[in-house]
């Protein structure tokens, strides 16, 4: 019997070395209509999403932040106009192809955030260096979720604020609708427009096998977090956690 460890990608099970792999070719397949694609998926609701982590950011004028699995950057970019001149927000991502547009993205918008290629699990930064550390829809797609969020805890100093904003367990008297909408539509919306059926069907695969709001509350509070809190948005097609760093 081999001793390989092995983790989920989407329902199949992969050798855990090899997770970070295919999602980093999943990433690398949509970094060019990954925009696109989130407003289509959601119908435009992710931006909505993403201001309510904002506003419950604490994140103000002079704020430094970390925003993990930044992508295209667009919480970063909102992030970035809210501590202006005097504060600072880091990106970073561990696929160089996102990376890249959330760069550009964050260019043609007149601003400036300094980003490193790191892997959420080793983030490469001093104990207590930021007063928010996000990651918005990237932490289902982690090998070792305990361990990002770990580090995430590590890097934010006493008092600051780690959010989590990911698709979690919707309404249960709309799963049905839900599972029509996540395996029949969204992959065809993923083959016309990036050309990639197979990625929208696992990032559907990973969505179901992400913890539940509940779980992943304790996993939070296992990583050293205080005062873990979850708001349920759109029935619970999202839920945006939020920890306290003692």
Not at 208 to 220: I, N, S, V
Request: with cysteine; hydrophobic share 45%.
């Amino acid at each position: 019997m081999s001793d390989e460890r092995t983790t989920h990608f989407g329902y199949q099970e992969v050798p855990e070395d090899e997770k970070a792999k295919r999602v980093g070719a999943v990433f690398r397949s949509v970094a060019s209509s990954y925009d696109l694609m989130n407003d289509l998926m959601s119908l435009g609701l992710h931006r909505a999403w993403k201001r309510f982590a904002l506003e419950l950011s604490g994140v103000r004028a002079g704020s430094r932040v970390l925003d993990v699995a930044s992508g295209s950057g667009d919480l970063a970019r909102a992030f970035a106009k809210r501590v202006g001149p005097t504060g600072q927000v880091w990106m970073t991502d561990i696929n160089a192809a996102m990376l890249g547009v959330g760069r550009d993205r964050m260019l043609d918008a007149g601003l400036f955030a300094p980003m490193a290629l790191a892997d959420a699990e080793k983030l490469p930064f001093p104990d207590a260096a930021f007063d928010c550390v996000s990651v918005a829809f990237g932490l289902r797609n982690m090998t070792h979720k305990d361990r990002a969020l770990a580090e995430m805890a590590r890097v934010t100093r006493p008092g600051g604020r780690v959010l989590v904003l990911e698709f979690s367990r919707v309404w249960k008297p709309l799963e049905r609708a839900y599972d029509a909408y996540s395996f029949g539509i969204l992959p065809r919306i993923g083959k016309y427009v990036a050309h990639d059926e197979e990625a929208y069907r696992y990032l559907a695969e990973s969505i179901r096998m992400h913890p539940d709001q509940e779980t992943l509350k304790g996993m939070m509070e296992q990583a050293g977090l205080g005062r873990v809190e979850y708001f349920n948005m759109t029935a619970g097609v999202v839920a945006l956690h939020r920890g306290f760093r003692p």
